[in-house]
């Protein structure tokens, strides 16, 4: 019997937010999840794996791939492409797996226009003096990139207005948990239930005759 169909998770948030770090963590205990993997046409940084970290793509592969509609969202920043591969999100749906895509507010509203059934969880920082904290913490960007951060920050919480679901990033451990608890809870409402409606009512015969 082919599996039901898993379901699409969009997780969004402010760069310094920790949405990566908590995502590692739910992966950690949650292998089933698909988190889906960015393809772009920068060239890869000191350490960054093919696959892992992105699909590097040329500049030719990429625009046919657009072409071909072969990405759910996709957009180019400073010169280069940045995208979400239709094909590895269809096909780990396709198996029932559920499948995470973390991605920026503008790729959140494009996925949502082609796939209106996606959730969608936005994860907020503590507050915004904690989001300079741990944006100044990296200590790999010069202060005035942090401000333009912090700026675009603000002009992108309000997305979390639209959003199906709302998560503050205290702990990760608990935000963690809480996107697990998110997901799990998709599998029970009523559109994902049919197969097992069906599976009974087939039974009603043959039940119902003893």
Not at 46 to 70: M, P, R
Not at 75 to 86: L, W
Not at 134 to 151: C, F, H, I, N
């Amino acid at each position: 019997m082919k599996p039901e169909n898993g379901q699409l998770f969009i997780i969004c948030g402010p760069s310094g937010c920790g949405k990566g770090t908590v995502i590692k963590e739910l992966l950690r205990n949650e292998p089933d999840i698909f988190l889906s993997v960015s393809a772009t046409t920068r060239a890869p940084r000191e350490g960054e794996v093919d696959g892992v970290h992105y699909h590097f793509l040329k500049t030719e592969q990429f625009e046919s791939l657009i072409a071909e509609e072969g990405f759910l969202e996709h957009a180019c920043f400073c010169g280069n492409y940045y995208g979400t591969p239709r094909k590895p999100v269809d096909t780990q749906m396709a198996n029932g797996h559920p499948v995470i895509l973390e991605i920026e507010v503008d790729g959140a509203q494009q996925v949502r226009k082609l796939c209106p059934d996606a959730v969608t969880i936005y994860i907020l920082p503590p507050s915004l003096s904690e989001l300079r904290s741990r944006l100044t913490g990296r200590g790999t960007e010069a202060p005035e990139v942090v401000e333009k951060r912090l700026a675009r920050a603000v002009e992108e919480i309000p997305f979390a207005y639209t959003c199906d679901y709302v998560v503050t990033n205290h702990i990760v451990e608990e935000t963690a948990e809480a996107l697990r608890a998110i997901i799990r809870s998709q599998a029970f409402l009523k559109k994902h239930a049919a197969c097992q409606v069906d599976a009974l009512l087939s039974e009603k015969e043959l039940v119902c005759e003893r």
